[in-house]
């Protein structure tokens, strides 16, 4: 919040007299920079999901086979888009959502725990204590968050050059490697009886 004060002239007779007001500016809503730098895997988190636990699977014997250690948090689509811009920020929820549409974006920009009805669902079964892996959900859910929901930056023409080169030495490499596996394999003709 920033206080700025404001003259506001007041006629009193034939002199002026100056009053000062303080007004107080909220500044705009935060980049998504500061969003993103600000957002934690806190526990308050959890009001916006449906907590469930239930078996594990993997090693751990009896212990995994009677007790309710994999945690899980989901969030209904509804849910999820009611968000936008009410715990998460428009700026990043858009770019969120453009990069797991966006079928150029790397792997790595696509938001990874979206089900096949659009619901959010985060597990884990990472240690034995149904708490740790609940804390691990919320990690791996702002981890993504952070990661997919970062505002994409403009490109200069030269790096784009660059990466256009790499890219096709890259390409060119594997063609190589490619030919030379076919003409390694063709010399592996079988062995006739003829020959000898």
């Known amino acids: ?28 809503p935060p980049s998504a920079e500061k969003w993103i730098a600000n957002f934690h895997p806190d526990r308050n988190l959890l009001k916006h999901f449906d907590v469930s636990y239930a078996h594990s699977s993997g090693k751990g014997g009896q212990h995994v086979n009677t007790t309710d250690s994999k945690a899980q948090i989901k969030m209904p689509a509804a849910l999820w888009f009611k968000s936008r811009g009410e715990w998460i920020s428009e700026i990043v929820f858009d770019e969120l959502m453009n990069n797991y549409n966006d079928r150029d974006s790397p792997a790595i920009k696509r938001f990874p725990y979206f ?21 691990d959900c919320l990690n791996k859910f702002v981890l993504a968050v952070k990661q997919c929901g970062q505002p994409k930056q403009e490109i200069d023409k030269e790096t784009e050059k660059t990466w256009q080169r790499y890219r096709k030495r890259d390409n060119e490499q594997r063609l190589h490697k490619k030919k030379q596996q076919k003409v390694k394999k063709q010399f592996r003709g079988h062995i006739k009886l003829d020959d000898m």
């Open 1 to 28: 919040m920033l206080r700025c004060i404001v003259p506001i002239p007041r006629k009193i007779g034939t002199t002026h007299l100056v009053r000062y007001l303080s007004i107080s500016k909220t500044e705009g």
């Open 115 to 135: 089900t096949s009805h659009g619901d959010v669902l985060v597990e884990s079964q990472k240690t034995r204590y149904r708490d740790l892996n609940l804390q």
